[in-house]
């Protein structure tokens, strides 16, 4: 559910006289496909949607372009015509903006005065409907009198067919792995300064695709750099085999002798983005030789995820550490579930060189042990890191979402005192290092809300990590003390940009920087060794050509500017907590310039989750928005991350009536303040923010003039029987109840329950036109809810668009689909806004 309203575009793409179908009115249906033709008339004349009508492509739209009579889609009239034009280009302005993925910092081998830098970045290939990455390198040069300056590569090197690449230890050596989209060998890359040294293909026999999803993936180098440990697909078994004589025993590889396969036992997977993903299971691969072994001893019920080496004894064997997520039961939805309970184990890594010497736990332990759960006492454990002296092993936790039930809540701060003596104790001492903040005092730290660690987050005191965390609105930089528990934020503690660390320089900082106005500017940090304040930083602004927007973009955002708000709680009761009593926040993006008496039209934006949050960084979808013409009220709603627990636990059991009536308070908060005119309000949201834009249109019909819903949550009573996360229903809709009435059958009360949560309760009283953006291939939120909703509102004569992209899942993220969602969403919002 969270992070489903997708804000990321970038890329290149443009189409001649090429128009998407728009109704004016009544239910229209649009099925995307990413096939292309030349026969575009036909097409047209068909209307099908903007990803299949490509023409020709382009560099930038011909504005001169029109279509006869004869060519027009049905139901698109010329004014929407020109506005989808003058949209479609400017929206290709926007998505020419890079993303940086990720960066890496290696040493220089000249006099050492400085660094080389490596950046991982994309942009969409929209042709393609795919991501394009490139990489980009920089010499960091420091002299004497502290200056910091780049000199960046003269071109970018597209990184074509590469799933994900892992620097070595010493930066000497770079693996790349490259995993096929069909049943072709999984290719590893061991490159050197100048040329790939190894080349290994892995047959699907051996494993299938290696994991690069950011959850389940890890890949980790050993400390001489000769074994890389990671986490790929398990083989598929064997599947029964028939020819017409019915079963055929044994199994035949030859396609031509009158046999078929059969499809064997169905295997439950993690859900949503994971379809037809099999078991993630643990591989080393020995780069001498380019033998792959699977780790042994763990048990077919445990997934694995984010492995790392332990530190080694010379002499001793081995041991990775990786995080285990258990399935004994159901395996519900993963993505973007912080909820389900995971722990940190130990296991024997194969190709040890003495048997005599293996590194035993402490006491008595059977032959046949050979993987030990180290973070018992806690229900959740995961982005495991030792400290660079290997002295501790320190991870988060999110055992109050565990705990709770809610998919993603405050994190906490552990660590475990790692042993150099031989020994592997099976139950170490769990230190709680930085625990959950409940109710922060006001410009306080909130607690940490963390969706990654870096690789090598450590300074070099060995005991300090920087990180980026959720602070109120913004993200923030954070340095933590991992002995003490000080936690410092050094951002810049008067910005409401949102910052995130990249990479570290040694002990200096490479970071990004942006804002809703602001397209992303890297920043160099360093500390400040003469100053009186407690580790206080300065930030040096590092030109570079990553970030790099036309003229046009330049001076359309420079006339817009944003601000952060406070808006108090209405009607607070007596048995809220201090936390959920408190201002929640929103994000208001309007025109520098002042016109007279009259406002830009509103588009109120509204986050996924609940339990998630819209930061203050540039999202290239909404300056898009916000560059044609709307003002933004970004409402980050009670139950959101980055504002303590009693916050977020406050939503839990009130999803429809607290939230609801968070986004209206905010709504009349900027209407009061002069900022908005209440006669041109729309309002869009995808997942949860699609359940609060349907709920908003039905309990509030005539507050709004347009709504945009992205895979909206409509009915829950349908949903909890064929979501990927039934167990949500009943936590958003129960509260704190919930774990003694959840159930894979749900009882009559609890879909009565339910559909009295759900936005089709209040369906009757909706007059709002509303776009559906829907993903058929949705595990989370299943098509079938969208459609219910929006054919209801069929019915009794809403103006209503449907899209349907058939190969996307929650998020709509494919480039095409992506592109094509906010074009219609912006044509939409200002046919109704006139």
């Known amino acids: 559910m969270a992070k489903c309203l997708g804000h990321t575009l970038s890329a290149r793409w443009c189409v001649n006289s090429v128009r998407p179908r728009f109704a004016s009115s009544s239910l229209t249906t649009t099925t995307t496909t990413s096939s292309r033709s030349h026969r575009c008339k036909s097409l047209l004349l068909k209307s099908l949607p903007l990803s299949a009508k490509l023409k020709s492509v382009c560099l930038a739209m011909d504005a001169s372009a029109t279509s006869s009579p004869e060519e027009m889609p049905v139901g698109l009239e010329e004014a929407t015509e020109a506005e989808c034009t003058y949209q479609s280009k400017l929206l290709q302005e926007f998505i020419n903006i890079c993303t940086i993925d990720k960066a890496w910092t290696f040493k220089s081998n000249d006099d050492g005065k400085g660094s080389q830098a490596m950046f991982s970045i994309s942009q969409p290939n929209l042709l393609a409907n795919k991501k394009r990455k490139h990489i980009l390198s920089s010499r960091i040069l420091k002299e004497s009198n502290g200056s910091v300056s780049f000199q960046w590569a003269p071109f970018p090197i597209e990184m074509m067919g590469v799933s994900t690449m892992v620097p070595s230890p010493s930066g000497s050596k770079l693996l790349v792995v490259r ?400 936390g959920a009593s408190k201002p929640f926040e929103a994000i208001f993006v309007s025109s520098r310039s002042k016109k007279s008496d009259a406002h830009d039209p509103l588009i109120v934006i509204l986050h996924g989750g609940p339990h998630s949050v819209s930061v203050s960084s540039f999202s290239k979808s909404l300056a898009f928005l916000s560059s044609i013409g709307f003002s933004l009220l970004i409402v980050n709603y009670r139950g959101s991350l980055g504002f303590g627990e009693e916050a977020l636990q406050s939503l839990p059991g009130k999803v429809g009536s607290q939230d609801v009536n968070d986004v209206l308070t905010a709504i009349d908060y900027v209407i009061d303040m002069g900022l908005a005119d209440p006669s041109k309000i729309t309002v869009l949201g995808g997942s949860h923010g699609g359940f609060l834009t349907t709920h908003l249109i039905g309990q509030a019909p005539d507050k709004f003039v347009a709504a945009a819903a992205r895979n909206p949550v409509c009915n829950l009573a349908l949903m909890v029987g064929t979501s990927d996360i039934p167990d949500w229903c009943y936590v958003e809709s129960y509260g704190s109840a919930w774990k003694s009435m959840f159930t894979g059958a749900p009882s009559a009360e609890d879909l009565a329950l339910f559909h009295s949560k759900s936005p089709i309760s209040h369906l009757s009283k909706v007059k709002a036109p509303t776009l559906f953006l829907l993903g058929a291939q949705d595990l989370r939120v299943p098509v079938s809810t969208g459609f219910q909703y929006a054919r209801a509102l069929k019915e009794k004569g809403v103006d209503v668009k449907v899209i349907v992209f058939p190969n996307d899942v929650h998020g709509i993220d494919k480039p095409q689909s992506d592109f094509e969602s906010f074009l219609n969403i912006g044509v939409w919002f200002k046919k109704y806004c006139k």
């Not at 030990?372 to 979402?401: C, E, H, M, W």
């Not at 006001?442 to 969706?451: K, N």
């Open 179 to 578: 995993n096929s989209e069909n049943e072709s060998p999984t290719q590893f890359e061991i490159w050197s300064a100048s040329q790939v040294e190894k080349e290994f293909h892995i047959p699907h026999s051996i494993h299938g695709s290696v994991y690069s999803d950011g959850w389940f993936e890890g890949i980790s180098w050993n400390s001489d750099e000769t074994l890389i440990a990671y986490v790929a697909d398990e083989p598929a078994p064997s599947k029964p085999t028939f020819n017409a004589f019915g079963y055929q025993k044994g199994s035949s590889t030859d396609k031509d002798c009158g046999n078929w396969k059969g499809q064997g036992d169905w295997e439950e997977d993690w859900g949503e983005t994971y379809a037809g993903k099999r078991q993630p299971a643990l591989f080393v691969i020995n780069i001498n030789s380019g033998e792959v072994r699977g780790v042994e001893g763990i048990g077919k019920s445990l997934s694995v995820g984010q492995v790392l080496w332990a530190p080694s004894t010379k002499g001793l064997h081995q041991y990775l550490v990786f995080v285990g997520w258990s399935s004994n039961g159901r395996k519900l939805g993963i993505k973007y579930c912080y909820n389900r309970p995971c722990a940190l184990y130990a296991v024997r890594a194969p190709f040890h060189t003495s048997e005599a010497n293996e590194l035993h736990p402490k006491g008595k332990v059977s032959e046949d042990v050979q993987v030990f759960n180290l973070t018992q006492s806690i229900s959740s454990a995961f982005f495991p890191s030792f400290s660079p002296d290997g002295k501790y092993l320190v991870f988060l936790s999110a055992r109050s979402s565990v705990d709770s039930g809610a998919h993603c809540a405050t994190d906490s701060l552990y660590r475990i005192d790692w042993t150099s003596n031989g020994e592997l104790d099976p139950s170490p001492k769990v230190v709680n290092v930085v625990p959950v903040v409940m109710c922060p005092e006001d410009g306080c730290f909130p607690g940490l809300y963390c969706s990654s660690f870096l690789s090598k987050p450590w300074l070099s005191d060995g005991h300090t990590m920087i990180l980026s965390s959720i602070w109120g609105s913004t993200l923030a930089i954070l340095s933590v003390n991992v002995l003490s528990g000080n936690v410092v934020r050094i951002s810049p503690c008067d910005s409401a940009f949102s910052w995130n660390v990249l990479t570290l320089d040694g002990d200096n900082i490479i970071a990004v920087c942006s804002s809703p106005v602001d397209v992303p500017q890297i920043k160099y940090g360093y500390p400040i060794e003469d100053s009186s304040a407690i580790s206080a930083w300065s930030w040096i602004d590092i030109s570079s050509p990553i970030s790099s927007c036309s003229d046009k973009v330049r001076t359309l955002l420079s006339s817009l500017q944003f601000s952060v708000m406070k808006i108090p709680v209405r009607g607070i009761c007596d048995n809220l907590s201090k």
